[in-house]
């Protein structure tokens, strides 16, 4: 019997290429939610750091320039923690539409995959049975008299 030759391999090659571009693409769209975060979190740092500093200065008086220096800053630092965030939940919206892609790509694969099997099964089945029936023949050629 012929050897087994799945007609849609490269279809199936296609697929499973197809899942691993859309599971890199969601690891480089956790990768930026993370670096978000972590922008987010030296921001707060800075501008907590900035609020110290300021509360120490007013305690031991502090100019009117100097302080709308302070408080622009501040301003600013609130107003970047904004926008990140803001970026945040953008970046998480494009990780969750990666997810989506990359399970309905493994999906796609799996569903191939397994047709793929269910062939092989019956390709096996198919070859045990012309086995049999080879053995089979050769038995009743042994049995048969003057055989």
Known sequence: MKKFKFRLDPVLRYRQYRE?????????????????????????????????????????????????????????????????????VEIGRVVTEKHETAEAERISKDSLQRVRETQYTHYLQGRDRTEQKAADELIALRKRPGG
């Open 20 to 88: 691993e571009l859309a599971l890199m693409e969601l690891a480089r769209a956790r990768q930026a939610l993370v670096l978000s975060k972590k922008k987010i979190q030296q921001i707060q740092q800075a501008r907590k750091g900035v609020m110290t500093d300021l509360d120490a200065r007013q305690t031991e008086g502090l100019k009117v320039n100097r302080y709308r220096i302070y408080t622009a800053y501040l301003q600013g630092l609130g107003e970047k923690i904004k926008s990140e965030n803001e970026h945040l």
